[in-house]
């Protein structure tokens, strides 16, 4: 079955230093995944996403995140936070079906001034 | 482009008492979708809609229904509503429910409250 683990609930960093949420899936054949970004009382909208074109993955406002496959892993990253960067994240696998989507349990990053 | 718009935003309801959720969206997509969003928990789909005219559960179905009215428009409705419905309620679309390229466009939410 597949699952998404996002190993982080909160995650606190300073305006202008890197930002890493991380992200582990579990799939028994080859996933897509997604990363969704949700801002304070609003719907969530696409970061990137992944379809076994290129590891790397880059997507809007600087983000990106890189496929392991042996380390089941899809990490989100940026170099250098903004304020408005402050947000809830949600990594996301598909599921058995390709209208089912897994959603992790989302990460909450914080950027102090 | 006003993209997904459910109505209402917000809504209170009593135990016991029914209610339709409306989605519709102006993107000429094929599938819709209905989550709903629990603290810590992430996304759960309620029920999906590959295609105009097809229903299918999702993951939490139970005390729930839909009708996919026709392409534009995707309901949600609850029959008799319980406290533990009390939840944020997202539509979402997508225009292929094809593995890879299955993208959502997502509403802006409803806060239902079942007291």
């Known amino acids: 079955a597949q699952s998404v683990t996002q190993l982080d609930s909160h995650v606190s960093v300073s305006e202008g230093t890197p930002v890493l949420l991380r992200c582990n899936y579990s799939s028994s054949y080859s996933p897509s995944l997604f990363w969704y970004v949700q801002h304070p009382n609003k719907g969530l909208q696409l970061l990137l996403k992944?379809?076994?074109?290129?590891?790397l993955v880059k997507g809007i406002n600087g983000f990106e995140a890189e496929f392991k496959k042996s380390e089941t892993s899809f990490h989100l990253t940026k170099p250098s936070a903004h304020m408005s960067d402050a947000a809830e994240y949600f990594c996301?696998?598909?599921?058995?079906?390709?209208?089912?989507?897994?959603f992790g349990s989302g990460t909450r990053l914080l950027v102090r001034p | 482009n006003a993209g997904v718009t459910q109505t209402p935003k917000f809504q209170v309801l009593k135990t016991g008492q029914s209610m339709t959720l409306q989605c519709a969206q102006d993107?000429?997509?094929?599938?819709m979708y209905w989550y709903r969003q629990d603290p810590g928990m992430g996304l759960r789909l309620i029920y999906y809609?590959?295609?105009?005219?097809?229903?299918d559960k999702g993951e939490v179905p139970n005390g729930y229904n839909v009708s996919r009215l026709n392409k534009r428009e995707f309901s949600l409705r609850l029959e008799s509503a319980a406290p533990s419905q009390t939840s944020v309620y997202f539509c979402?679309?997508?225009?292929?429910?094809?593995?890879?390229?299955?993208?959502?466009?997502f509403g802006a939410g409803s806060r239902l409250t079942v007291l």
């Open positions: 809609s590959a295609s105009e005219g097809t229903t």
């Open positions: 992944y379809t076994s074109a290129a590891t």
């Open positions: 979402a679309s997508s225009q292929s429910g094809s593995s890879g390229a299955n993208v959502l466009t």
């Open positions: 993107m000429n997509h094929n599938s």
């Open positions: 996301v696998v598909t599921g058995d079906s390709s209208y089912k989507l897994i």
